[in-house]
């Protein structure tokens, strides 16, 4: 039997037609909330297909499900792919989903081609990778390596429920947190597929991404608390109105965010809360939340101080008082050159190739805690992600594939040796 991975497309788009069913149908887009009757479902469609692969399937401490295929060498730490089914809200159809499809299709393949791996593989989806109601993102994978503090578990979302209820109720297990944490050397390798998400891939007429690097992520929220009094009544120099004073703030991101650094920035204000929100009512008061990303912490550093110091220009010039604090945060990650290349010469069987870092974040940002992290990006058309135009070509998507099973054949031998 060849060792090489066949072009499976009607499976793979029957996967990910048969996935973007199980939705939120009230929700814009393709709509998939962790913790929610929907993630549910779609867990127990993955449980079935990791089931009828073969696949040993449980749910860790952390809630994400986990499918085992036994390598011929149990003393070698496994490779692991895993992605994300959870989506944004009015999101699309390909954003992790592809990640997980993919290594359920390559388990396919490996049974159908009788292909034994030295090393055990693990196929995992991983719990709310987006940013979720509790304020923090990638929850199953902080979970998984031991980067989920007890501050975290205790964080509640709208309706008061805790995080730790939250994993409970995706079947997770907060009091083994601890005790099935990874630690360095437990799984060999971690690989992922998902898509580009922005335009370059497509921009440069390329097929597949070797990702060399994962932007680190700072969240943080900010509260500005004027007077609310009434809009007719209250001469312009008479009020402390929290709204202008919470724009200047958002110009002052996107201003910082515009300036020079080693490598790119950006800076995104994409919640804001105005209250009471009348429309005959000046603001008392405004939350917002800014998220600012790059593969350099120090540009981060830098952004968050510019910040600190706009705030205070602008407490003393509107007498308002603001108040901004860290609601997460996730390290960059630069891939290995070794691992680098091998992804690369896998990709390169298969299509035009080329090496850019990620502007999104990934569950990989926490497995690179314990082990080495590789990445396949495949084309997001026009660019677009995030909402219900996010496409690829089902050809596209099985190219992804194709290169990943290639990586984990030559990366199942290099690293048995
Ligand atoms: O927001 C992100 O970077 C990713 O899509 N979760
Ligand atoms: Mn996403
Ligand atoms: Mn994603």
Same mark, same amino acid.
């Given at each position: ?341 091998? !992804?690369? =010469?896998?990709? +390169?069987?298969? $299509? /035009?190739? *080329?090496?850019?870092?990620?502007? %999104? ?35 596209? !998507?099985? =190219?992804?594939? +194709?290169?990943? $099973? /290639?990586? *984990?054949?030559?990366?199942?031998? %290099?690293?048995?040796?």
């Amino acid at each position: 039997m060849t060792k090489t991975f066949e072009k499976n497309e009607k499976r793979i788009e029957q996967d990910i037609i048969a996935l973007s069913a199980i939705i939120d149908s009230v929700a814009p887009g393709y709509t998939r909330r962790p913790f929610t009757k929907w993630h549910l479902e779609s867990r127990e469609w993955l449980i079935r297909e990791m089931k009828n692969c073969g696949l040993d399937v449980r749910i860790d401490a952390a809630s994400n499900l986990i499918g085992k295929r036994q390598g011929v060498n149990p003393e070698l730490p496994p490779i692991m792919i895993g992605s994300h089914t959870d989506s944004v809200v009015g999101g699309g159809r390909f954003d992790g989903i592809i990640g997980v499809l993919a290594g359920i299709e390559i388990v396919r393949q490996l049974n159908e081609k009788k292909i034994e791996l030295a090393h055990s593989l693990l196929i995992v989806d991983f719990t709310a990778e987006e940013a979720s109601e509790f304020g923090i993102s990638t929850i199953g994978s902080r979970g998984m390596v031991g980067n989920l503090t007890e501050a975290d578990l205790g964080r509640t979302n709208a309706e008061g429920l805790p995080l730790r209820n939250a994993l409970k109720v995706a079947g997770g297990r907060p009091d083994d947190l601890e005790t099935e944490a990874l630690k360095v050397g437990d799984i060999s390798l971690y690989l992922e597929l998902h898509i580009e998400q922005g335009p370059v891939l497509e921009q440069t007429q390329h097929e597949l991404g070797v990702v060399t690097g994962i932007v680190g992520i700072q969240r943080h929220k900010v509260v500005v608390e004027g007077q609310a009094n009434h809009a007719g009544t209250t001469p312009m120099h008479m009020r402390f109105d929290a709204l202008p004073a919470a724009s200047e703030l958002v110009l002052a991101l996107e201003e910082v965010a515009n300036k020079t650094y080693t490598e790119q920035v950006v800076g995104t204000v994409g919640r804001m809360f105005v209250e009471p929100n009348g429309a005959n009512v000046i603001p008392g008061r405004v939350v917002f939340d800014f998220e600012i990303r790059s593969l350099d912490p120090h540009a981060l550093d830098q952004m968050v101080e510019y910040m600190k110091n706009k705030i205070a220009h602008v407490e003393t010039s509107r007498k308002v008082s603001i108040t901004m604090n860290q609601l997460s945060h996730s390290d960059a990650i630069i891939v290995s050159e070794d691992v680098v290349q091998g !992804v690369e =010469k896998s990709c +390169q069987r298969f $299509g /035009t190739t *080329l090496r850019l870092p990620s502007g %999104a974040g990934h569950d990989g940002n926490q497995l690179a805690k314990v082990a080495p992290v590789g990445m396949i990006f495949v084309p997001s058309k026009n660019g677009k992600s995030h909402c219900p135009e996010e496409w690829t070509d089902y050809a596209e !998507v099985v =190219k992804g594939i +194709q290169a990943l $099973g /290639t990586a *984990l054949l030559s990366f199942d031998k %290099a690293l048995s040796v």
